[in-house]
């Protein structure tokens, strides 16, 4: 794995190994030595300091399509050494489908991110947020919003059950926000990380400083953080309530995101029977959450909230399915479950599983004793999984994280107490509704809304294609309120801008252009007396304008439109209906007829470097045009958006229709794809 077992730490560009000899992490099904971890801290400030002054601006350099692209590139690298992490993985405890999870699942989020970067960030390094606000009667103030990367630095510190997804999910979105990382992992599952991130900076693919690696203590690890950075904590309710309270987030600025455990439910409809396909779902539903990576899971299924009359039939049916489940060494032919992660987590599960035993007594499996295939139980961390079942007004299945293969089964009578039951966990990750009646589902999911940070609503329909309950997924936002720490992450775009800073700027409308990049109403236009279609890429401008002369719109044109496309809409053709109504007073031009002439108004219809127009956006009509109105258009360069991996770009025109009395009649964006230069190449 390494020339040593004692973990190195990555530090400004180089490999760093601790002095010490550290301490033994060992394989949680076997129990052999693994390598050594040292619970020295690394350079801290030298890693901040090299993050800040090589990686931040390294990064910042690149636009987000830039950024985007070494995300693929990086997504496809990690690829190719999948399998040497998955042999890894094992030694975890994990099985093949937990790894999947874990290290396919976390290159997925890699190439998720960089599709963001490329579809919904511009090829720029700010992103603009929402139309300029008009500050003054005259509209020569203006305010426009803004994201911008900060010169921070992002400490990831991670949990040891995703020891792949839980860095790259962070790291996606954090390099396209511009923001260099420090990853900090777990002790216990340590060198699956260390391993990647030696796999990630031999590649070469990121820039100097962009990732550093701190596999010490965290011991005075925010200490060396201020004004900018930013620490995205995944772990324990416990350890991320003591996050918020350290002096760098209260007084120094610094911004923290926590996705902790919690007590996350699933709800079996009042309307589903063991008849129903609804039940299998449920059913089996329970079990994964329990079973795959032996129940060590932020999002995993903790209360199982059934109706009363079904409970018995439910304990039953998943006691059932845990029973097919074999457990061992997650290497072994048909093992469906393997080790928790280390000796010392499943005392831990144990004792928590006592804790419930105050108010829950155990429906199916032995904390203190499971049969195991492939290996030694005594060897490893092996644990039975286990259902309970909750008794009257117990409290502590609401309050007590079994960190492990352990759910609890408990009851309601109404679709109002199923969801007091899940409120009582004071915030979760993952919810889920089981159920094919839509006014359950809306009444279930109305009332789990502001205690759930995502929902599933899982039925025959979605079956087939359902992530299920636990998975969560890079184009949905990953957190929670209350318990589970009130973060955010991933999300697709919103993961990113969550990271930046959102500024208002307020200036004049030129000033506001300058800024941005993007052309802005009230602006200076300019006309250079070449039409703006028969220039390039290279050679548009931001402003570049043309004015068309004016066309008359004549009551034949409107009978014709009519006609021909079958839009007889009374108002365009019948005289005295149209006179009756309120907004137009007699016959009117179909609005679509009016941006049709306009395009013939302002295109030029030579070959040219105009490629193609793929769409209109923001189109309003505005004032209503009659038989006899004159309309003129005026086409601006609104925006230009070069592709990185093409011929051309993509180029947004402000396009304003107006009458003989100069008033607007319809308002919307031209998109456009332009090449990049013209003419091309010869081949």
Not at 309 to 337: D, F, K, N, Q
Not at 532 to 537: G, I
Not at 568 to 584: Q, V, W
Not at 609 to 631: E, W
Request: glycine share 12%; hydrophobic share 40%.
């Amino acid at each position: 794995m390494t020339s040593s077992p004692l973990l190195d730490h990555y530090v400004a560009g180089r490999w760093v190994t601790p002095s010490d000899e550290g301490a033994p992490l060992l394989d949680a099904s076997t129990g052999e030595e693994v390598a050594r971890f040292s619970g020295a801290a690394p350079d801290l400030e030298a890693m901040t300091r090299h993050a800040r002054e090589v990686g931040g601006p390294a990064l910042r350099a690149l636009t987000f399509h830039e950024r985007a692209g070494l995300l693929k590139a990086l997504g496809k690298h990690l690829g190719g050494h999948a399998a040497e992490l998955h042999e890894l993985s094992l030694r975890t405890g994990a099985t093949r489908g937990d790894g999947m999870g874990d290290i396919e699942g976390g290159i997925s989020t890699l190439f998720a991110a960089g599709s963001v970067g490329t579809r919904e960030l511009p090829n720029d390094t700010i992103v603009l947020d929402g139309q300029p606000v008009p500050l003054g009667k005259g509209g020569t103030f203006l305010g426009q919003h803004l994201f911008s990367s900060r010169a921070g630095v992002m400490v990831q510190v991670n949990a040891f059950n995703f020891p792949v997804w839980g860095v790259l999910e962070k790291l996606g979105p954090g390099l396209l926000a511009g923001l260099p990382q420090i990853v900090k992992p777990a002790p216990q599952t340590a060198y699956v990380t260390e391993r990647m991130v030696r796999i990630i900076t031999d590649s070469g693919l990121l820039p100097e400083g962009a990732l550093q690696l701190h596999v010490g203590s965290p011991d005075g690890l925010l200490d060396a953080l201020t004004v900018g950075d930013h620490v995205a904590f995944t772990g324990s309710a416990r350890t991320g309530a003591l996050l918020r309270t350290h002096d760098a987030v209260v007084h120094g600025g610094v911004t923290l995101g926590v996705e902790a455990d919690s007590l996350n439910c699933s709800i079996l409809g009042p309307d589903v029977t063991p008849d129903d396909p609804e039940w299998d779902l449920f059913v089996r539903g329970v079990v994964t959450e329990m079973t795959y990576k032996a129940g060590q899971k932020c999002t995993a299924i903790r209360r199982a909230i059934v109706p009363a009359r079904r409970a018995e039939e439910v304990v039953e049916a998943i006691s059932a399915r845990l029973a097919r489940t074999t457990v061992g060494h997650p290497a072994a032919e048909g093992v469906r479950m393997g080790a928790l992660v280390s000796v010392e987590q499943r005392d831990a599960v144990r004792s928590a599983v006592e804790r419930l035993r105050a108010s829950s007594e155990i429906a199916y499996g032995d904390p203190a004793s499971v049969e195991v295939t492939g290996a030694d139980a005594e060897r490893g961390a092996f644990m039975s999984p286990v259902l309970l079942r909750a008794g009257e007004g117990a409290a502590e299945p609401h309050d007590v994280e079994p960190f492990g293969p352990v759910s609890t089964v408990m009851t309601y009578s109404s679709v109002d107490e199923a969801v007091a039951l899940a409120a009582r966990g004071r915030g979760s990750l993952a919810g889920s509704v089981v159920t094919h009646d839509p006014v359950v589902a809306r009444d279930l999911v109305r009332g789990l809304a502001p205690h759930h940070g995502r929902v599933l609503v899982l039925d025959r329909d979605d079956a087939g294609e359902s992530t299920g309950h636990g998975v969560p997924l890079p184009t949905l936002v990953h957190g929670g309120p209350g318990r589970a720490g009130g973060g955010e992450e991933m999300g697709g775009v919103r993961g990113v801008l969550h990271l930046m800073q959102r500024t208002a700027v307020q200036g004049s409308p030129d000033m506001i252009t300058a800024v941005t990049g993007r052309w802005t109403t009230g602006s200076q236009r300019r006309d250079d007396g070449t039409h703006p279609f028969r220039k390039s890429l290279a050679e548009l401008r931001v402003g570049d304008t043309i004015a068309s002369e004016s066309r008359r719109i004549s009551l034949e044109d409107i009978e014709h439109f009519a006609e021909f496309t079958g839009d007889t809409f009374y108002a365009h053709t019948d005289e005295e209906a149209a006179r009756r109504n309120p907004l137009f007073g007699g016959i009117v031009a179909h609005g679509y007829l009016v941006v049709s002439i306009a395009a013939g108004l302002f295109v030029q219809p030579d070959p040219g470097p105009v490629l193609a127009n793929f769409g209109v956006d923001s189109l309003r009509f505005l004032t209503p045009v009659k038989a006899g109105d004159d309309i003129a258009v005026t086409l601006t360069v609104k925006q230009i958006t070069p592709r990185a991996r093409a011929e051309y770009g993509e180029v947004r025109w402000d396009a304003v229709v107006t009458n003989a009395e100069g008033a607007p009649v319809a308002t919307y964006d031209v998109l456009t794809l332009v090449a990049k230069t013209w003419p091309p190449a010869a081949d």
